[in-house]
């Protein structure tokens, strides 16, 4: 399985199928099998960025029902999904809640999600815009892709306390480098935990 990180809590995955997770400001230009969003702020959900990866004929958008208004009008099949539930659109995944606490951003009541996608060679967890919140602990996936920026998502303390709980074998920062956060971040959370930690670089 071939990971690319695309910069902020962007990624294409490549193996049984081609993927996207939250493309935003990308210079990729591909089709994809499907293309997972996992809430409605501009860097996650970001219609001409998802326009880029998206083949009408091809392509499965799966997102919030937030998201999937914003993208409508691409004429590609979307997927509505609400956390804490299966689904298998011609992927298995799971939706696993994502959210803050004790911060404004990303309210539980929003129904935003994390994506633990099976239907792949090894299993992949894209937690989206959260904290370490109980929903995720015990999930064991095979790579988890975490944010370490701090500001509208845990920071690198809060990452290595979320690898504790979610017990993965590989992990990749994201969610720096743009907006919010350094790579000095992931350095940070390499620091802070015993586990395998890959830092990507972000595709030009």
Same mark, same amino acid.
């Given at each position: 399985?071939?990971? %690319? +990180? !695309? ?9 049984? +199928?081609k993927?996207?997770?939250?493309p935003?400001d ?7 099998d499907?293309? +997972?969003?996992?809430?409605? &702020?501009? =860097?996650h959900?970001s ?9 009408p004929?091809?392509?499965?958008i799966?997102?919030?029902p ?9 004429g590609?099949?979307t $997927?509505?999904?609400?956390?804490? %539930? ?7 995944f ?9 911060k #404004?951003f &990303? #309210?539980?009541a929003?129904?935003?999600v ?5 239907g !792949? ?7 989206? =815009? ?8 015990g999930?064991?996936? =095979?790579?988890?892709? $975490? ?5 509208y998502?845990?920071?690198?303390k809060?990452a290595?306390a ?8 590989r $992990?990749?920062?994201?969610h720096?480098?743009k907006i919010v ?5 992931? !350095?940070e !959370?390499? %620091?802070?935990?015993? +586990?395998? $930690?890959?830092?990507l670089?972000?595709?030009e």
């Open positions: 399985m071939k990971i %690319r +990180f !695309l910069g902020h809590a962007g990624f294409i995955i490549e193996d049984r +199928f993927i996207s997770i939250d935003y990308i210079t990729a230009n591909e089709k994809m499907f293309i +997972f969003i996992t809430h409605a &702020h501009y =860097d959900c219609p001409e960025d998802i326009a880029r990866l998206a083949d004929g091809k392509t499965v799966i997102a919030t937030d998201c999937a208004e914003k993208v409508a009008a691409l590609v099949r $997927v509505e999904v609400k956390p804490g %539930r299966e689904y298998n659109p011609g992927i298995k799971r939706t696993i809640p994502a959210y803050n606490i004790g #404004p &990303h #309210p539980k929003n129904n935003w994390g994506y633990l996608i099976n !792949l060679e090894q299993s992949v967890y894209h937690c989206g =815009d959260t904290d370490n919140i109980p929903e995720m602990a999930l064991r996936p =095979d790579v988890f892709l $975490v944010p370490v920026g701090g500001t998502t845990m920071d690198a809060g290595a979320a690898i504790e709980a979610v017990f993965p074998r $992990v990749i920062p994201m720096y480098g956060g350094t790579r000095g971040d992931a !350095l !959370l390499q %620091r802070l935990t015993g +586990f395998a $930690v890959d830092i670089e972000a595709e």
